[in-house]
């Protein structure tokens, strides 16, 4: 094909220049002849593997069609970033600009108002994007630089990743940045290389580092007998080291494929990846169960979700504790973290899972999913006991209710006296003598107060009109009283709990958590008592090391209310239902909980539609539901404890059988209280008497 077009271009030249033919005809047959020669040896140089970049102008035209069909028909509008191997395509001769930005006006390189006068791949590839806002940057030994220099996401609209190199390892050091902050996306963003690279060399480049875990990246390898463009893909979380690159289709100019066939979902099957999730024990939400063969048993709202998904995607899971020991770990000096975080920084996890929030400071060093549940922060504190039993005196009736009766007894010892004293003024002597005294006259209202017999009987009308609707009202208040004074004597009435953060803030006592997280958290905190709590924070090793000191009644202890709430009830309540700790009903602010990944990683955006899939369904709600039956089978089916704790849990039956609480000393201590002070009274009393006798 290529001899046929240069003999064309021969007899062209030939027209128009004519010559005498005779006598030169059997030197133009022979130039023919090595001409054809030439071109064939030419030719024959391209199939044994002659650079590409040098290729016939017929192939450049089926990349550069392929390109502006793929742009057009997929990335309308979108900004092509384009990465080149240099010393392949340009000699600039000296130092050259590392990235170069095209817009619609202008074709010069904006950054050095470079302009390329060389005749290339790349300039040739820029030919079919004109007009068309492209960024290039060139694969040198600084480009990581350059990179983290350049915010993608600010000068770019939906960019597609061009890399044009013709031996794939040179962009090696491209895809191996562990550094991505320039464009926290590139592992899933549309990816297209350009490349001459045999299909064991691109095998070779997708068995290195994270370079596998990319979904959307389609390779194009020139084929010039014939002329051709043949499409690979890679297979990510492949578990076979030679199925990882796979051929889509050979393209010749025919209409393009769809966008399906040229970057198809992977992720919809991960053919049974191993994923390593790091996790613990912290109920109600993980349960790790440790079996007699040194295994563990693991069961919880997030373990569910976890082989949930591992059951929709098709990959296999192997919980394990973080690697240091701790729990959720906290930040270090150097930037780096401990525990569960730490795993995920570092990357020896592929997920983490454990009752996590979804907070800002933690997306500086992971990526975390939608939410599959919601939390709600609070503290917990002691419970202060019950009230003194010799208050039960006073619970029957309000403060105002008191000090109603109060004053109408006070009131009605006068009125009543007043009238008896009337009545002896006005005459009438068939009144006793005995109601002459005010003090009888009091004691009389008193014994009626009491719902006592009436020592003495007035004999006028008004008086005992009075005393009768006297002794009624004091009838209805006496049998309110009697009725719930029972009640208190008998239920012990537990001192309200703090159950704000105002209170906690007046009770003076430290509060904090694990790590130094949750401090952060606070000291942004709307509440203005929240922001002040903040300054007495003390972080903790552990949540048993929170929750003691939190006994002992010297600190606050903050966390997830679910936990609280599970964690009370198991350990911190006894055989009689008393619990010694109670989380506060207002709360820091409600959390999202999800899971947690290593940056970067381009399952996020799948696992989130898998995820809100789940929680339409309600499972998270379905897997809380089937947890608390679970551990409610679980105590049930557990024996009594030996010791004194049958010994109670006999006596809390037997008193359930019956039915009957007999009082003891410590409910009826007001009453004792009440007749010592009657004794000490009297005794006052008579030794008043008894002085001012002798004086």
């Known amino acids: 094909m290529t001899v046929g077009i ?65 742009h057009e028909d997929f990335f309308p509008g979108c900004t092509i970033v384009i990465f080149y191997e240099p010393s392949n395509i340009y000699d600039f001769g000296g130092d050259q600009d590392k990235a170069h930005l095209r817009n619609n006006t202008d074709k010069g390189l904006i950054f050095n108002n470079y302009h390329d006068s060389n005749e290339g791949l790349l300039e040739f590839v820029l030919q079919y994007f004109e007009g068309i806002p492209s960024i290039i940057f060139s694969l040198t030994d600084d480009l990581h630089e350059v990179l983290t220099q350049t915010d993608i996401n600010v000068i770019t609209r939906c960019p597609l990743y061009l890399t044009l190199v013709p031996n794939i390892m040179a962009a090696l050091g491209l895809f191996l940045m562990t550094n991505k902050d320039w464009d926290k996306y590139f592992l899933s963003r549309k ?97 790790m169960e440790e079996e007699s063969d040194g295994s563990y048993n693991l069961y919880g709202v997030d373990i569910e979700v976890v082989r949930s998904l591992s059951s929709a995607l098709n990959f296999t899971v192997s919980f394990t504790r973080p690697s240091d020991g701790e729990m959720w770990g906290w930040e270090q000096g150097n930037g780096t973290w401990t525990g569960l975080m730490g795993d995920l920084q570092h990357r020896r996890a592929d997920i983490g899972v454990a009752d996590l929030y979804i907070m800002e400071p933690y997306f500086a060093i992971i990526d975390m999913s939608v939410e599959y549940d919601i939390e709600y922060l609070c503290f917990v504190n002691p419970v202060a006991g019950p009230l003194p039993q010799w208050m039960a005196l006073g619970l029957p009736f309000l403060v105002e209710t008191w000090v109603a009766i109060f004053c109408t007894v006070l009131a009605g010892m006068l009125v009543f006296t007043l009238l008896a004293q009337l009545g002896f003024v006005g005459g009438n002597l068939r009144e006793a003598p005995w109601f002459q005294s005010g003090g ?102 552990s949540t048993s090391e929170g929750l003691q000191k939190t006994v002992a009644g010297s600190y606050s202890f903050l966390e997830s209310r679910g936990f609280l709430d599970y964690t009370i009830a198991v350990d911190y309540t006894d055989q009689r239902g008393r619990a010694s700790l109670h989380a506060m009903k207002e709360y820091i602010a409600p959390f999202g909980i999800g899971l947690a990944y290593p940056k970067y990683v381009p399952i996020v955006a799948k696992f989130d539609r898998m995820i809100r899939r789940l929680t339409e369904a309600g499972l998270a709600g379905k897997y809380m539901s089937d947890i608390i039956l679970r551990r409610k089978q679980a105590k049930i089916g557990s024996t009594p404890l030996d010791g004194e704790g049958s010994r109670e849990l006999a006596s809390d039956v037997t008193e359930t059988t019956t039915g009957v609480t007999p009082l003891s000393l410590d409910n009826l201590q007001g009453g004792f209280i009440l007749l010592a002070i009657g004794y000490g009274l009297g005794l006052l009393s008579l030794a008043v008497e008894v002085v001012f006798a002798l004086v």
């Open 6 to 70: 240069m003999t064309e271009r021969i007899a062209i030249y030939q027209s128009s220049h004519p010559v005498t033919m005779i006598p030169y005809t059997a030197v133009i047959i022979w130039l023919k002849m090595m001409f054809q020669v030439i071109f064939m040896l030419s030719s024959l140089s391209i199939i044994l593997g002659q650079h590409i970049f040098n290729m016939p102008q017929t192939l450049k035209d089926l990349l550069g069609d392929f390109l502006q069909h793929l």
């Open 191 to 287: 990816q297209v290389i350009f490349t001459e690279s045999s299909t064991k060399d691109i095998e070779s480049f997708f068995q290195e580092g994270e370079i596998n875990l990319m979904t959307n990246v389609l390779l194009i390898q020139p084929i010039l007998q014939p002329l051709a463009l043949r499409l690979l893909t890679n297979s990510p979380y492949s578990t076979s080291r030679n199925d990882r690159v796979k051929s889509l289709r050979t393209w010749r100019g025919q209409p393009m494929p769809t966008m399906h066939d040229l970057f198809p979902d992977k992720l919809v099957d991960l053919h049974g990846y191993p994923m390593k999730v790091v996790t613990f024990h912290f109920p109600p939400r993980i349960f």
């Open 440 to 541: 009888n006259t009091c004691l009389l209202l008193v014994a009626c107060v009491m719902n006592t017999a009436w020592t003495r009987v007035p004999a006028t009308t008004h008086l005992r009109v009075f005393l009768a609707l006297w002794s009624l009202a004091f009838i209805i208040l006496a049998v309110a009283y009697k009725g719930t004074l029972v009640s208190y004597l008998t239920v012990t009435l537990e001192q309200p709990p703090l159950d704000t953060h105002r209170q906690l803030l007046e009770k003076d006592v430290s509060v904090g958590s694990i790590g130094d997280t949750l401090k952060r958290i606070m000291e942004k905190n709307a509440d203005q008592y929240v922001r002040k709590l903040a300054q007495r924070y003390e972080q903790v090793q």
